[in-house]
């Protein structure tokens, strides 16, 4: 089992659609999860760190099940500027951070 | 002001040349680390430094040497480069939070250093 599985994508959405992205992760140890977006040929960004209640920034909310092992991004009301590949990110200790592949999020007009 | 840099940006070069990419960050980060991104877009760490000194090498060849002569800096060497070298290449920086090994601090990317052998 890979340490951290996205959904596939991609993901072709129209404007203000809401979408959901999945991650799970293997190491039950884990402490530490967040979301990246990278942009085409970009460099990753923190897009929002996940806490264990969920959080929420803007339009973005994050959700983590450590019972699960599952972690969940929601963007609501998307822009085309929503368009990026999002990374789930996970703490795999010593400042590691395992990544998934992410995922492809198109957002249409 | 640019948190992290690196240089080049882009590097062509032949295979079984030897090649040095910089990385510089102001961001006062204790720890910095190199990552490489293969054609099928998977980021993956190859190394990672906390004030100078290494604390995680991937499974990587030695053909690449990392070195930090301060901790602000972390250079990457490779030597005799080879066709499955090329990607891109980032560098990234953060702060530890000393006690615990599960940080929760996030990392700061450069914006790359696109590497292509011919």
């Known amino acids: 089992r890979k340490e951290v599985e996205q959904d596939p994508g991609p993901f072709n959405v129209p404007e203000g659609a809401t979408v959901a992205f999945n991650c799970t992760y293997s190491n039950s140890a884990s402490q530490s999860f967040f979301w990246y977006r990278q942009d085409c040929r970009k460099e990753p960004k923190l897009l929002m760190s996940v806490y264990s209640s969920g959080n929420e920034d803007g339009r973005f909310t994050a959700q983590l099940n450590r019972a699960s092992q599952y972690i969940s991004l929601l963007i609501r009301d998307s822009k085309l500027s929503d368009s990026a590949t999002y990374l789930c990110v996970v703490n795999s200790g010593y400042s590691t951070l395992t990544f998934g592949k992410g995922t492809m999020l198109l957002v249409s007009p | 002001d640019t948190a992290v840099s690196q240089t080049p940006k882009y590097l062509v070069t032949q295979m079984g040349n030897d090649k040095s990419i910089k990385c510089e960050q102001n961001?006062?980060?204790?720890?910095m680390y190199w990552y490489k991104q293969d054609s099928k877009k998977f980021l993956k760490i190859m190394f990672s430094y906390n004030n100078k000194e290494l604390i995680i090498n991937e499974t990587v060849p030695n053909r690449f040497s990392p070195k930090s002569p301060d901790k602000a800096h972390l250079n990457l060497h490779i030597n005799s480069l080879e066709l499955g070298d090329s990607a891109v290449y980032f560098c990234a920086s953060s702060q530890s939070t000393g006690i615990s090994t599960y940080s929760n601090q996030p990392q700061h990317f450069g914006d790359g250093t696109r590497l292509s052998i011919l």
């Open positions: 961001l006062g980060h204790d720890t």
